[in-house]
């Protein structure tokens, strides 16, 4: 049935989600299926399993300083120095009976018979005599000083990391010392981005009817920071039937397009939606700005999945306000989390009134201080500043929010909320 666009933008706001009702749908999205990664590649992903300790940590008692295992009391002539100490924690020593010590180094694990570890800065020692002295008042003959127990920082079989966590680099890190090779983890999303517009310019001062592209240098730094592998950037020039050929070339989890949403003739995202055979998941969301976007899915190919195609409005507030609001969701659902709709929010005081939007969800950015949250400075749909300058999007309900009461507010990754913000 042809409409006119008049109709067809009628139709589309009668299709409109609600902002939850389009995060709903884009948590149910399956998660890349999970895959045994090496370590090193394993890292930024969401575990598909816990991770327990393969033994005790440390697997052995072992110094905590430089110095001296030492056994029983002090001799009055001092502890008898046993040659062949340890130069490298990789040396095993040979046991110690009552009045002996040796040398060892931090990581050494102690060898039998040790009591404490003497540091080497409290040590005195007799070189011709081969006899080794505390300095008087050091705690460090209290047993077990300085002996780091085995099993202290896990037993064996103790959880470290839970499934569903990221393996940042630090978790990864106690993945190695747990004695992980390799992890299941859900795969990072891969995503491509298409920006349309013939007026958009790369490079320069734009001239008449042109403008300055704000996503595409910009958008593959934003995508890794949110959970997303990009892989290209590519552009169209406003033909649906080239970003239709371009959809059916895809071979990323994710393709996010900007631009061209909306229902006018120059608009090629929707038609070329239809002409790729997609099945829309979300038409257009009651919220402002951002209301076009649009969440399809290709028709199913040779990839283990089909690619999902996020589209961009592309007034630059509304573009990033939509990828915040409902990309992110999505990203965190590929990505394999546990809670995507939960993980990333946060309630803060509002500083001032926050006046809603004409209608729908008003998604606003705010700077945070510890007064609370207050709206960023120029923040209409098209225009970077407000957001440049903003550390979250608040979540305005249509009946407004009060100075004073709590606001939903979604972190804008890279933007730094403030550690107190809370
Ligand atoms: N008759 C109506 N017109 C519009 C409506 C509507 O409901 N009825 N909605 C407005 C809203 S709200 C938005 S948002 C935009 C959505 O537009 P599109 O997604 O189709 O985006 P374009 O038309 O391509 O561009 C809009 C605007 O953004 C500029 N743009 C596009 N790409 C970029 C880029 N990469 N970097 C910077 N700026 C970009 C473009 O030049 C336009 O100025 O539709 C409204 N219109
Ligand atoms: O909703 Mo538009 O997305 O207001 O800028």
Request: charged share 15%; with cysteine; proline share 10%.
């Amino acid at each position: 049935m042809l409409r006119t666009v008049h109709e067809q933008a009628a139709v589309s706001r009668a299709e409109a989600l609600t902002l939850e009702q389009a995060r709903s749908i884009a948590a149910a999205q399956p998660a890349r299926p999970p895959q045994q990664l090496p370590l090193e590649q394993a890292i930024g992903c969401l575990l598909a399993q816990a991770v327990t300790a393969q033994q005790p940590i440390p697997h052995s008692d072992t110094s905590a300083m430089d110095g001296w295992a030492v056994c029983g009391e002090q001799p009055e002539e001092g502890w008898q120095m046993l040659p062949g100490g340890a130069t490298s924690p990789a040396d095993l020593l040979p046991a110690l009976g009552p009045g002996q010590a040796i040398e060892v180094v931090t990581g050494t694990p102690v060898p039998q018979g040790t009591d404490s570890v003497l540091r080497s800065e409290h040590a005195v020692i007799h070189y011709k005599a081969q006899r080794l002295r505390a300095v008087p008042g050091t705690g460090d003959l209290q047993p077990g000083r300085h002996i780091r127990p085995r099993g202290a920082e896990a037993a064996q079989g103790d959880q470290l990391l839970a499934k569903g966590q990221r393996l940042t680099p630090l978790r990864g890190a106690a993945a190695a010392v747990a004695g992980c090779d390799t992890l299941a983890v859900h795969p990072t999303p891969t995503v491509r981005i298409i920006a349309t517009g013939t007026e958009v310019i790369t490079a320069g001062l734009p001239g008449p009817g042109q403008v300055r592209d704000s996503f595409s240098m910009t958008l593959p730094a934003l995508l890794t920071a949110m959970g997303a592998a990009p892989q290209t950037v590519s552009r169209n020039q406003d033909d649906p039937t080239a970003l239709a050929a371009a959809f059916t070339a895809v071979d990323t989890d994710l393709l996010v397009t900007v631009g061209g949403t909306a229902h006018s003739a120059a608009d090629p995202v929707r038609p070329a939606l239809a002409e790729a055979g997609a099945e829309t998941l979300i038409s257009s969301v009651d919220m402002r700005p951002g209301h076009p976007v649009t969440l399809a899915r290709l028709p199913p190919r040779a990839l283990p999945h089909n690619t999902l195609v996020l589209a961009l409005p592309g007034n630059p507030l509304a573009g990033y306000a939509a990828l915040i609001a409902v990309g992110q969701v999505l990203i965190d659902a590929l990505a394999g989390a546990v809670d995507p709709l939960g993980m990333r929010q946060q309630y803060l005081r509002a500083a001032q009134d926050l006046e809603p939007a004409r209608r729908g969800t008003r998604l606003l950015p705010v700077t945070v201080d510890p007064g609370g949250v207050r709206p960023s400075a120029h923040h209409s749909p098209h225009m970077m500043r407000g957001l440049a300058q903003a550390a979250a999007l608040a979540v305005v309900p249509s009946g407004g929010v009060p100075a004073g009461a709590q606001v939903r507010c979604l972190p804008l990754p890279t933007q730094e909320l403030p550690l107190w913000a809370g």
